[in-house]
């Protein structure tokens, strides 16, 4: 089947993100990226602390086909490059969004989990993540420390795995493949 694939931009009134969700199924998907899972990706985050309540894992990934559905456009592939992910990472710090967190994408923003830090793997200065060198670079990596005891035990239980964004992109058409061929670049990309 044939199947078209969009590059997420980001412009003046498309900006990026509106919230950081702490979801089940990690993915991504459109112009209001609610990035929720239509395809299993193997890509979670993990606990690096336990006694500090600390997790880390991925955010974006930089060329990933991610698989959507919807009724304006039916089946087709979302991709996001390297350079976006910079800009995104920008534009979520300075309209200081750093800090803003759902679970499940409820729109209702939950106390008691604060980013620690945020990173993008690069060639030179931080070439790949601990227990993710699978991912490639220029995936944008964020460590958020979370004091909220639900939050926390919904964690510790594998209910939450894995960070998902809210956020506003522009997309734009960068061609059609089988989805034989994309299913094959995902697994290159994610092994």
């Given at each position: 089947?044939?199947?078209?694939?969009?590059?997420?931009?980001?412009?003046?009134?498309?900006?990026?993100?509106?919230?950081?969700?702490?979801?089940?199924?990690?993915?991504?998907?459109?112009?209001?990226?609610?990035?929720?899972?239509?395809?299993?990706?193997?890509?979670?985050?993990?606990?690096?602390?336990?006694?500090?309540?600390?997790?880390?894992?991925p955010v974006l990934i930089p060329d990933l086909p991610?698989?959507?559905?919807?009724?304006?456009?039916?089946?087709?592939?979302?991709?996001?490059?390297?350079?976006?992910?910079?800009?995104?990472?920008?534009?979520?710090?300075?309209?200081?969004?750093?800090?803003?967190?759902?679970?499940?994408?409820?729109?209702?923003?939950?106390?008691?989990?604060?980013?620690?830090?945020?990173?993008i793997t690069d060639e030179k200065r931080f070439p790949?993540?601990?227990?993710?060198?699978?991912?490639?670079?220029?995936t944008l990596f964020r460590t958020s420390k979370v004091?909220?005891?639900?939050?926390?035990?919904?964690?510790?239980?594998?209910?939450?795995?894995?960070?998902?964004?809210?956020?506003?992109?522009?997309?734009?058409?960068?061609?059609?493949?089988?989805?034989?061929?994309?299913?094959?670049?995902?697994?290159?990309?994610?092994?």
């Amino acid at each position: 089947m044939q199947v078209p694939i969009y590059k997420l931009t980001l412009s003046e009134d498309k900006k990026g993100l509106n919230i950081l969700s702490l979801v089940d199924e990690p993915a991504i998907m459109e112009e209001w990226v609610k990035f929720n899972n239509q395809k299993e990706i193997e890509t979670k985050f993990s606990i690096q602390d336990e006694e500090q309540r600390i997790i880390f894992g991925p955010v974006l990934i930089p060329d990933l086909p991610v698989y959507r559905n919807d009724k304006k456009r039916g089946s087709y592939y979302l991709t996001i490059e390297k350079e976006t992910i910079v800009q995104f990472a920008l534009n979520s710090s300075r309209d200081n969004k750093m800090n803003l967190y759902d679970v499940q994408h409820s729109e209702q923003p939950v106390d008691g989990v604060v980013m620690l830090e945020q990173v993008i793997t690069d060639e030179k200065r931080f070439p790949h993540a601990v227990g993710f060198e699978h991912l490639p670079v220029g995936t944008l990596f964020r460590t958020s420390k979370v004091v909220n005891e639900d939050v926390w035990n919904r964690i510790k239980n594998r209910e939450l795995n894995g960070y998902s964004i809210d956020a506003v992109f522009g997309i734009e058409p960068v061609e059609i493949l089988d989805d034989k061929i994309i299913d094959s670049e995902i697994k290159n990309i994610l092994k």
